[in-house]
């Protein structure tokens, strides 16, 4: 999948102004140009109350290069299952926006901007599948550089997402990163740390300007 070029951003996402707070800017749109904008410095959309925010936390979730923490579990669990990479997306974004699931959050203006993104070239999902080839879980987020910002994850099956995160991280290879907002107990237990957000907003230029493994 090629990656369609990305016009300048009507918006100016200046890290400097932003409060000491995760919300940093409110409004804007969803406009290619203006997401992939956004991450590359360091912020990220999610609607709330009917208000499109845009987010760069005081206190990162990243999963480190070479950090992703595979148990034997895991590894059995991966035995037993197929990957795919960007040959459901949509249906990926669909499973993690179930409106059953707490704290759902991707609504449809969200799905359209992503999967806009997918057919750009920006937006990637990772696929688990069972032995019958029914996807049982998955990861879908942006891909800029070597920065992989992960918007949700879902599973149907145990430990379908954790396979999908390992073989996410293959496909990034050595040097990658990546970028899960915030850290959850889930999360951490994959390896998953805090950097504040001034670590986080340096180590970006030499993410998001790498060559790109997609």
């Given at each position: 999948?090629?990656t369609?070029?990305m016009p300048p951003?009507r918006?100016d996402f200046d890290p400097?102004?932003?409060?000491d707070?995760d919300?940093v800017v409110?409004?804007?749109?969803?406009r290619?140009s203006?997401?992939?904008d956004?991450y590359?410095h360091?912020?990220?959309?999610?609607?709330?109350a009917?208000?499109l925010?845009?987010?760069?936390p005081?206190?990162r979730g990243v999963l480190?290069?070479?950090?992703?923490?595979v148990?034997r579990s895991?590894?059995r669990s991966?035995r037993?299952?197929?990957?795919?990479?960007?040959?459901?997306?949509?249906?990926?974004?669909?499973?993690c926006?179930?409106?059953t699931r707490?704290g759902?959050w991707?609504d449809?203006?969200?799905r359209?901007?992503?999967?806009?993104?997918?057919r750009?070239g920006?937006a990637?999902?990772?696929e688990?599948?069972?032995?019958?080839?029914?996807l049982?879980?998955?990861?879908y987020?942006?891909?800029i550089?070597?920065?992989?910002?992960?918007?949700s994850?879902?599973?149907?099956?145990?430990?379908a997402?954790?396979?999908?995160m390992?073989?996410l991280?293959d496909?990034?290879g050595?040097?990658a990163?990546?970028?899960?907002q915030?850290q959850?107990?889930?999360?951490?237990s994959?390896g998953v740390?805090?950097?504040?957000?001034?670590?986080y907003?340096a180590?970006?230029?030499?993410?998001?300007?790498a060559?790109?493994p997609?």
């Amino acid at each position: 999948m090629n990656t369609v070029p990305m016009p300048p951003s009507r918006y100016d996402f200046d890290p400097s102004s932003w409060p000491d707070e995760d919300c940093v800017v409110a409004g804007a749109d969803l406009r290619p140009s203006t997401i992939v904008d956004a991450y590359r410095h360091g912020a990220f959309p999610m609607p709330h109350a009917g208000q499109l925010l845009w987010w760069s936390p005081l206190n990162r979730g990243v999963l480190e290069p070479g950090a992703l923490r595979v148990t034997r579990s895991m590894r059995r669990s991966a035995r037993h299952f197929g990957i795919t990479v960007d040959t459901a997306f949509e249906q990926v974004i669909d499973a993690c926006a179930d409106p059953t699931r707490p704290g759902g959050w991707i609504d449809t203006d969200i799905r359209t901007a992503y999967v806009e993104l997918h057919r750009l070239g920006w937006a990637h999902s990772v696929e688990t599948r069972d032995d019958d080839g029914l996807l049982v879980g998955g990861v879908y987020g942006l891909g800029i550089g070597r920065l992989f910002a992960g918007e949700s994850m879902f599973h149907h099956a145990r430990d379908a997402s954790k396979v999908a995160m390992m073989a996410l991280v293959d496909r990034l290879g050595e040097g990658a990163m990546v970028d899960v907002q915030w850290q959850t107990p889930h999360l951490a237990s994959l390896g998953v740390v805090e950097w504040p957000r001034s670590t986080y907003l340096a180590a970006l230029p030499g993410l998001v300007d790498a060559p790109s493994p997609w």
